[in-house]
Nanobody, 126 residues
Framework: EVQLVESGRGLVQAGGSLRLSCAAS????????IGWFRQAPGKEREGVSC????????YYADSVKGRFTISSDNAKNTVYLQMNNLKPEDTAVYYC???????????????????WGQGTQVTVSS
């Protein structure tokens, strides 16, 4: 059974940092793309970042470039999202997701992803 479990939820002030973790099981971690998405109230789910565990290539949405860093520990089957210089507009539920590599997956299209975690809340106060 595929499982993705996010952790690292928190409330931080603007300018602060937070690290999210996504622990994966039930599939061949090294072969997959793992993505981070977020959804704010009343808004559509949007892609934040993804990493190809097979080659380490990373991709970011323009809104988080230079502030967020995605990384993967293949020995632990865990992907991290380090979020620095957080802004109130980063407030959302953050989800990790997994899929076998595809063009759409690397472009952070949510519908391209097969497996999803339950989400973790990130709140940034001004």
């Amino acid at each position: 059974e595929v499982q993705l479990v996010e952790s690292g939820r928190g409330l931080v002030q603007a300018g602060g940092s937070l690290r999210l973790s996504c622990a994966a099981s039930g599939f061949t971690f090294d072969d997959y793309v793992i993505g981070w998405f977020r959804q704010a109230p009343g808004k559509e789910r949007e892609g934040v970042s993804c990493i190809g565990n097979y080659d380490g290539a990373t991709y970011y949405a323009d809104s988080v470039k230079g502030r967020f860093t995605i990384s993967s520990d293949n020995a632990k089957n865990t992907v991290y999202l380090q979020m620095n210089n957080l802004k109130p507009e980063d407030t959302a539920v953050y989800y990790c997701a997994a899929v076998y590599p595809s063009f759409q997956a690397l472009r952070l299209v949510p519908s391209a992803y097969n497996y999803w975690g339950q989400g973790t809340q990130v709140t940034v106060s001004s």
